[in-house]
């Protein structure tokens, strides 16, 4: 916990205004319904002035008021539905981080600061009115001497102060919680604050972002699906960072994408091959692909936008997931609980027997629908549900892939109801598992491994010369030879030392008769 800042000078009195400010807004909206057991709640329900609207709906509108930070707060706090009930997740997923932008002047004096040089030889032109502001950075259009359009995103100035100021009071907000209300252990609040520090870290470091843009646009460079921006790396540093300009459409205004005559049960099956191509045979994911972050070109690829957040998956947790989607829609609850031991994530002793009965009673009500209507993110969401009565942590990784998967499944639907995601998922999953543990995996080791066998195998007959004119048995056999002799020595020591004690008892016997 950092309290450095609470006891020195103006810092104190801000933090303390803020404070103050952050328990008069709990108390306009009535947040004490969130806590009946903690300590000093019945004060809340005295002076609090909520109209009665669901709770789920005044903590939304409250951390609107609390302003941007608090806001991103709860958009990460909505992808925890492991944690949350439904209804609150699904209030916080409206969250809309949109913030009056900072003055251009500013801007373009962090631009200049950051790339050393004046906009002006930078850029042929520069857009003072931004095309977008958040929380974190605002983005202006631009082009360079060469003809070039480029987007620029620019840190706000000040950001880093503001989110360590209300980071600490979250931080020490969430330690209260979890000291002072028994039902606020379970969800974790330290935890998911630590996490959101995570996010923030990585959203202020727009080389970050940059180097995510670049590796996701090289891994998908041949794709007729997905177009990523360039990176344009002489213009980029931590508070500034200068990418291609793309051109589309909002995924959002479909209507739109209609009447360019862009197929539009192409573009939702498009969407998840993305996703699964990107989970699969990558492991590296964009892992906030909400409709503001999304355009559509007017021949259907997708555009990417926004790299701040990307998750990434080992050969553990694509194994993990793979394994688990297809035993799903195979109902073989055994092979999801044996999955779950064999990726080291049960507790020792866990009854795997146990956990396979819990898994089928959530499991076998969503089967009774048709496939077409089974949401793959909520199936997932239920199994890390389960998973917690066992005391299962579930991988944060994984949490952050089930919330993308909402996401691109929620997307999908809106774009064509009739969307079956198994049938489109489907092909990906058996094809992953092939590579791994068929002739393919077999193949690719021997790949993987020639260029070491290369080198070695010409050094096989050295090294066997030099193991066999090395007498190692017969320098082990000398050792033992010299062991054996010590420990003789030894023991003949240890008898003549019994020897003369007991001649010092005979002695010493006869002088007392």
Sequence with gaps: ????????????????ARLLKIFGIALRFGLHEFAPGLPGSWFFRLASGHRGEPKAQRLREALETLGPIFVKFGQVLSTRRDLLPLDIADELAKLQDRVPPFPSEAAIAEIERSLGKPVSQLFSSFEKNPVASASIAQVHLARLHDGREVAVKVLRPGVEAAIARDLELLETAAALVERRWAEGRRLKPREVVAEFARHLE????LMREAGNASQLRRN????PLLVVPEVHWDLCAQRVMVMERMHGTPISQVQALREKGVDIPALARAGVEIFFTQVFRDGFFHADMHPGNILVT???????????????LTDVDKSYLAQNFLAFFNRDYRRVAQAHLDAGWAPAGTRVDAFESAIRSVCEPIFARPLKDIYFGKLLLRLFQTSRRFNIEIQPQLVLLQKTLLNIEGLGRELDPELDLWRTAKPYLERWMDEQVGWRAAARAVRLEAPGWAKTLPELPR??????SEDRLGGLARALERLAEENARRNLLLAALLALLAGALALLAASLF
């Design 1 to 16: 916990m950092r309290w450095s800042g609470w006891t020195s000078g103006s810092g104190a009195l801000v933090r303390l």
């Design 220 to 223: 998908f460079a041949a794709s």
């Design 298 to 312: 007017d021949d259907g690829r997708y555009v990417a936008l926004d790299f701040g957040i990307m998750g990434t």
């Design 202 to 205: 990585e959203e202020l470091d």
């Design 463 to 468: 090294l066997l010369h030099r193991a066999l």
